[in-house]
Nanobody, 124 residues
Framework: QVQLVESGGGLVQAGGSLRISCAAS????????MGWFRQAPGKEREFVAA????????AYADSVKGRFTISRDNAKNTMYLQMNTLNAEDTAVYYC?????????????????WGQGTQVTVSS
């Protein structure tokens, strides 16, 4: 069982930066692929970024590629999402998720554990 807790969300001006974190409990964190998803009001949850168990491979949605960076520190059981050049379209609740397999997926349905989410609001 893995419990995930996001933090670091908040209000930021357009063009600004924010780093959100996902702290995981459980000794098997280092064996799981991890992902970030987001959900804006009235929209479906969408894939943002993912990272393999070792951190050696990452993937990004086209809408955030070049602006966001996903990383993880297995020694600290923590995953991060550095978000730069934010715009109003990035406003959403951001969720971290863990996949018991070592290789990530782009599909939310394939993730096994979810955090409660952290709100990111970008003012224009």
């Amino acid at each position: 069982q893995v419990q995930l807790v996001e933090s670091g969300g908040g209000l930021v001006q357009a063009g600004g930066s924010l780093r959100i974190s996902c702290a995981a409990s459980g000794r098997t964190f280092g064996a799981y692929a991890m992902g970030w998803f987001r959900q804006a009001p009235g929209k479906e949850r969408e894939f943002v970024a993912a990272i393999t168990w070792s951190g050696g491979y990452t993937a990004y949605a086209d809408s955030v590629k070049g602006r966001f960076t996903i990383s993880r520190d297995n020694a600290k059981n923590t995953m991060y999402l550095q978000m730069n050049t934010l715009n109003a379209e990035d406003t959403a609740v951001y969720y971290c998720a863990a996949d018991r397999r070592p290789i990530y997926s782009f599909k939310a349905s394939e993730y096994d554990y979810w955090g409660q989410g952290t709100q990111v609001t970008v003012s224009s």
